[in-house]
């Protein structure tokens, strides 16, 4: 062959993979991502939480959307699902009391609370009572509801917000209980090593609920059955009404409302044990053993020798699920819109009449928001090698743009929510190529692909067991919004054309990766 006819046929081959690709480019379509979208972050799928029905039915729609496209099982697998099992264990009608005793043991009073965070196993404690004010400090005025007294193995009543002590001692009128206000006055707390926190919304705030500002006020509690070990953590920490904290309250003969004017006009604290009494508290526990489903599918690689390693998109499909008021999180942006963009990367390859030389193997994880479980398992049963894989692309929040209402924090944390044409690339930087394909592939479709390094969000998503076995790995995301974890993460705040131009990136980022001859090069081994 001479040198002319050479160049032409590279040419033409050049030609041939730009025009398929910009075919891959135009199947990932706006309507199909919103239709996905309206129906990923609908009520139907009741939030999507690891264990529940939505969740299953997320799993099976993601499954079924794979089938239409061509994906196919992974090799010696029957179907894409990856099942993991769970115990589940829950709360049940009237399992959560306390009964007041005299020092007789005579019941005084029954009260009934909604525990925060639900055990993996019965609860049963008893412990005196103490009235603790707001459980609020300030170094600056020197006013502290702890001096003093001890809370150790104590059942301690704290009530929401603090008293404005440069105001009229009561707290500011019309300030929300807030989250983080609240959950400042654990820390102290939980020092002195009491048995269980009881908060009770403060007499003035009036009767809006406030169980809903408590992001983890959940309703179940799941423990992977994959682990012998694994992060059991749970606190005795409830929420009692007005009434029933003046039931506990009723042997020193005072109540709610007296203690917070009390407070507000000497604008000192009125801290004391319950006097003469006693509680038992338990907490009864269900346990269910639940199932849910790593959909995991992929096209095989084209050429001979190179379809034996591969490239895999992950991203998780499971949600918070609702609250132990009813509140519905929809998870629009956490995570259906990754969990779209890899559907929409998937359509993308599957309009290729020629496949990579890669094979390209897609991973819609469960799990993620209970504990990164099902990236985990995946990792310990792996359906293709991973000494094979050769990069993987993790997506997690990739469909909000910053709005005007995206200021200051939210859990504490600053929100760095990105704008409409920019996206973060969060990684441990261990494949400089991989990075710079990312950022040209943005440039190619309209986006920045800003570099973050790892970023303050590095060890918080699906990408990061990958990481720990060496595997180049990258991570999408838009940044933290301010509806984060909240109820109003909803279809509506969606910025529909970001979650178009990632996935058009993250394709093409791919199919480079898939195609070249040589594997991506390593700047940094991971940790084996
Ligand atoms: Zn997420």
């Not at 590279?10 to 910009?22: E, G, N, P, R, V």
């Not at 150790?152 to 989250?179: F, H, N, Q, W």
């Not at 992001?215 to 799941?222: P, V």
């Not at 039931?247 to 004017?261: E, H, I, T, V, Y």
């Amino acid at each position: 062959m001479n040198k002319k006819s050479y160049f032409l046929i590279a040419a033409l081959l050049i030609s041939f993979t730009a025009f398929s690709q910009k075919n891959s480019l135009n199947a990932i379509k706006i309507d199909e991502i919103k239709a996905h979208m309206k129906y990923l972050s609908s009520d139907a799928l009741q939030g999507r939480r690891t264990g529940s029905e939505g969740n299953i039915k997320a799993g099976e729609y993601i499954a079924t959307e794979a089938v239409k496209m061509g994906l196919k099982p992974l090799p010696g697998n029957k179907d894409m699902f990856q099942t993991l099992s769970f115990i589940k264990s829950s709360t049940y009608a009237d399992s959560s009391f306390i009964i007041l005793r005299d020092t007789l043991g005579n019941t005084l009073n029954r009260v009934t609370f909604n525990p925060v965070m639900i055990p993996s196993e019965r609860i049963d404690l008893s412990g005196e009572v103490i009235f603790a004010g707001y459980g609020y400090m300030n170094s600056k005025t020197k006013y502290s509801d702890f001096q003093g007294f001890s809370f150790k193995d104590k059942i301690v009543i704290v009530m929401t917000r603090r008293p404005d002590l440069d105001g009229d001692g009561m707290p500011v009128k019309g300030e929300k209980v807030d989250e983080m206000t609240e959950m400042r006055k654990l820390t102290p707390l939980l020092m002195q090593g009491p048995k269980a926190i009881l908060f009770v919304a403060d007499p003035a705030y009036g009767d809006e609920p406030v169980s809903g500002a408590f992001s983890f006020g959940e309703t179940y509690k799941l423990s992977p059955l994959f682990r012998k070990a694994y992060f059991d953590f749970s606190l005795n920490l409830c929420f009692i009404s007005a009434q029933e904290a003046n039931k506990l309250l009723a042997p020193s003969g005072q109540n709610l409302d007296d203690l917070q004017k009390k407070i507000a006009v000497t604008k000192k604290p009125v801290t004391f044990n319950v006097p003469g009494a006693m509680a038992d508290m338990i907490i009864g526990i269900k346990q269910d053993t639940v199932y849910s489903s790593n959909i995991v599918g992929y096209f095989e690689g084209s050429d001979k020798v190179l379809k034996d390693e591969c490239v895999i998109y992950t991203s998780h499909y499971d949600h918070v699920g609702i609250e132990s008021d009813g509140t519905i999180n929809n998870g629009a942006n956490d995570n259906a819109s990754g969990s779209i963009g890899l559907l929409s990367i998937a359509k993308a390859f599957s309009v290729l009449k020629n496949k990579p030389a890669r094979s390209v193997v897609f991973l819609w994880t469960t799990g993620e928001e209970e504990g990164l479980y099902g990236s985990n398992y995946y990792i310990e049963n792996p359906l293709f090698p991973l000494d094979k894989t050769v990069a993987e692309m993790n997506f997690d929040m990739i469909g909000r743009s910053k709005m005007e209402a995206d200021t200051g924090k939210v859990m504490g944390e600053r929100l760095d929510i990105t704008g409409p044409d920019t996206i973060k690339l969060v990684s441990a930087r261990d494949s400089k190529e991989i990075i710079d394909i990312n950022v040209a592939s943005g440039n190619e479709v309209g986006i920045t692909v800003l570099d973050e390094g790892k970023g303050t969000h590095f060890s918080g998503s699906d990408h990061y067991p990958f990481v720990l076995k060496g595997i180049p790995s990258v991570f999408f995301f838009s940044g933290l919004h301010r509806d984060y974890h909240k109820s109003t993460d909803d279809y509506e705040f969606i910025d529909f054309d970001k979650i178009l131009k990632v996935s058009r990136a993250g394709f093409l980022s791919g199919y480079k990766v898939a195609n070249n001859p040589a594997r991506p090069a390593i700047n940094l081994p991971g940790k084996k």
